[in-house]
């Protein structure tokens, strides 16, 4: 655990302000949830809660037979990271910060598709050096309870790939179960 160097005072309704930068650092937002857990040593954790975080290993095997059945990469986000590749390099997106446009994109509730191999992708990590080596993409987003709580992405292995209805449609159905699975 990394100490910050900032004391605050629990105050008389048991609040306590988490600063500005740490919550910009942790991409913390108004209103996100968070989770709290203690340990033994009496210190309390914050965590920010994703609700698609907690079907990670459903998400996993989702991804799996998106991209058996597809032939592309399969991605599933939460709001912040990626919590489920298959048919790509997990070390390139498992775990890794989604990027400003793909953010924007969730918080706007668009689909986004690349029909043919351009210029014009959409970076998906945060890390994306602008390389564009998955130019066709498709990118649902998954909401639940009219929130969306992360994205499905199917991006193109070959680089004349394209994305055609039928990977909207996959995509689609996969977002709208997964979305459907938050609500129960």
């Known amino acids: 655990m990394k100490a910050t160097g900032v004391v605050r005072r629990i105050d008389d309704l048991g609040r306590v302000v988490i600063p500005k930068e740490i919550r910009k650092t942790l991409r913390i937002k108004e ?40 032939g592309h990469i399969a991605c599933i986000t939460d709001k912040d990271t990626i919590i489920a590749v298959s048919g790509g390099s997990k070390k390139e997106f498992l775990e890794q910060d989604v990027s400003q446009e793909l953010e924007q994109l969730m918080e706007d509730k668009e689909v986004y598709t690349s029909k043919d191999n351009s210029d014009i992708a959409m970076p998906i990590t945060k890390n994306d050096n602008k390389e564009r080596k998955y130019n066709a993409q498709v990118v649902y987003p998954i909401v639940s309870n009219g929130d969306t709580i992360g994205t499905v992405i199917l991006m193109a292995k070959e680089p004349n790939g394209k994305m055609d209805d039928v990977e909207k449609k996959v995509a689609q159905s996969a977002a709208t179960f997964l979305g459907s699975q938050m609500e129960i």
């Open 31 to 70: 209103g996100d949830p968070l989770e709290i857990f203690t340990d033994r040593e009496g210190q309390v954790i914050l965590k920010k809660y994703s609700p698609i975080g907690e079907l990670s290993e459903f998400a996993t095997g989702y991804a799996e037979t998106l991209s058996k059945t597809t």
